[in-house]
Structures are given as structure tokens and as C-alpha cells.
């Protein structure tokens, strides 16, 4: 029989079907071929055995949260409290960008900022708006849900940001666990400790533990310079050009002349080992 994995506790994991939950283990191999099934998994499973025979193909499949075959990503963004990343922003919309995931930012805590921060930091997100990613608020439910609709998505961000939080807003029976966030450290404590995935509006939504650091070690420079969209609107000499010292290279032109926002550039080379003052 075939299912998904909605939910991992220790050596159990809870496979849907039509509807219904069944605890599965997996088979002894798995361990020994380092085989390790993670929330999203199409599975082949024994309904009577209670056993994960076969973990099928997947589109997609993320190390740090551990899950797969997700169609979008909300990535969760505190205005304050912690304090707004641009680096971490453009980090988790690259990772998205290589594995076929939509991101959407959504952003919270607009309450805590000033009317002068939240106009400054509301232009920096309209540029994201111009090369093609939604944005929206928390506060506006309506909108969130209907992008919601039928899609397996996951929420991401640092601790504290928000997630559980809007989850809870947008289906209150689930009464997640929220943090506060540490005045003296600037992030909150892991709340989520558990990976689930929750059935809503047809899909499922899947709350992760938060986190703030990434590494793209696993990918190639290449792979991350073609994950920056806006670069492909400006196509250069060279299809090869990495946009570092090339002469002639475009995309470092639209730069200076402010088409291409600059901290994402500088965020470019960071991510891929440059160092963005000899560029």
C-alpha cells in the first residue's frame, strides 16, 4: 500500500492514507543502508505488518528541517525581535530556489518597529515583490490561506519569528507551543520539537524546529548564482560568467546602477566564498 508521512516520533512513523494514520516502522535494511525516511515521504508500507517497505522518488528533500516533496515555502520574517536578516532572508529563498520550492515571505512583529523602520524595510521587500516573490503579513489571513490551498508547505525561519504562532492563528485547535524571544540573546527558544505535517485547506502545513544558520557546502557555486532569479534578467557575454571580476559582466552594471539591490549582490558572493569587497 502506498502513503505519506505525516509525522516522526522516535522509530514510529505515521503514514496517511484516504484519511487514515498508520504507525510504521521500517524495515531492519533501512539502518543498515543508511536509508533514513523524513515527513513528506511517499512510502510503500505492509498495512498489516505495519512496516515501511520502499521510501518512493522524491522532488525535492531538505536536511535542516528534515522533510520532502514540498510544493511551498513560507518563510517566516520578524520585523524585530529577532531583528530582520536580509542575509538569512536571501539564504533560505536560495535553498528554496535549488530544490523547486515557491518561497513566500511572510512578515510579523510589524508592531514592534517604527512607522520610519517598517516604511524602510517594507522598500527593501517591494524588490522582492519586482523579481517575482509574493510577500504578505501575517495579520493578512485571508490571503495566506488561499495560497495555502492544496499545496504542501512548509514554514521556515528563525526562532522566534513567528511560525507557530501564525499556525495557530490560522487553525486555533492545533494550539502549538510558541517561545518568546531572549532580549539578551536576540532568538527564542526551539519550541517545535517534533516535525508534523497538519491536514489544511486540502494540503498539509508543516511547522519545523527554527533555525538561523545555513551552510550551502552541498551545492555548487553555479547552482547558487542561477538561484539568484533577477541575475537571469540580465543575461551577460558569457554564459559561464559568474559575476565577480569578469570584465563585461552585466549583472555587476545593473548593480551600480541600483536595478539590482545591492545587499543581494554582497549576499551572492558571500554565499558562494567571495569576498564582496574585491569584487
Keep these: 500500500m502506498q502513503g505519506q508521512i505525516i509525522k516522526i516520533i522516535s522509530d514510529l512513523h505515521f503514514v496517511e492514507v484516504d484519511g487514515e494514520i498508520y504507525p510504521c516502522k521500517c524495515r531492519g535494511i533501512f539502518r543498515k543502508e543508511h536509508i533514513t525516511p523524513v515527513v513528506g515521504d511517499y512510502v510503500l508500507f505492509s498495512k498489516e505488518k505495519k512496516v515501511i517497505e520502499k521510501i518512493l522518488p522524491r522532488k525535492n528533500s531538505f536536511q535542516r528541517p528534515k522533510v520532502s516533496n514540498i510544493d511551498e515555502a513560507f518563510i517566516v520574517t520578524s520585523l524585530k525581535e529577532p531583528d530582520f536578516s536580509l542575509n538569512l532572508l536571501d539564504k533560505l529563498i536560495v535553498l528554496m530556489e535549488i530544490n523547486n520550492v515557491e518561497p513566500i515571505i511572510c512578515i510579523t512583529k510589524e508592531d514592534l518597529v517604527s512607522k520610519e523602520e517598517l516604511n524602510t ?76 505535517a497538519f491536514p489544511f485547506e486540502g494540503g498539509k502545513l508543516i511547522d519545523t524546529p ?37 570584465e563585461e559582466c552585466q549583472v555587476k552594471k545593473e548593480v551600480l546602477a541600483n536595478n539590482i539591490m545591492e545587499s543581494r549582490y554582497k549576499n551572492y558572493l558571500n554565499f558562494i566564498g567571495e569576498d564582496s569587497s574585491e569584487s
Design 121 to 196: 524595510l517594507r522598500e527593501k521587500l517591494s524588490y522582492y515583490e519586482k523579481i517575482g516573490y509574493k510577500v504578505v503579513s501575517n495579520k493578512d489571513l485571508a490571503t495566506i490561506k488561499k495560497w495555502l490551498n492544496k499545496k504542501w508547505v512548509v514554514f521556515v525561519g528563525q526562532t522566534g519569528a513567528g511560525k507557530s504562532t501564525l499556525l495557530n492563528k490560522l487553525h486555533p485547535d492545533w494550539n502549538l507551543e510558541t517561545g518568546e524571544v531572549s532580549l539578551a540573546l536576540g532568538r527564542g527558544r526551539h519550541t517545535t520539537r517534533v516535525v508534523e
Design 210 to 246: 527554527g533555525f538561523s544558520s545555513l551552510e550551502f557546502s552541498n551545492y555548487s557555486k553555479e547552482m547558487i548564482r542561477d538561484a539568484f532569479r533577477e541575475f537571469r534578467d540580465y543575461p551577460c557575454p558569457f554564459k559561464d560568467c559568474m559575476h565577480i571580476r569578469e
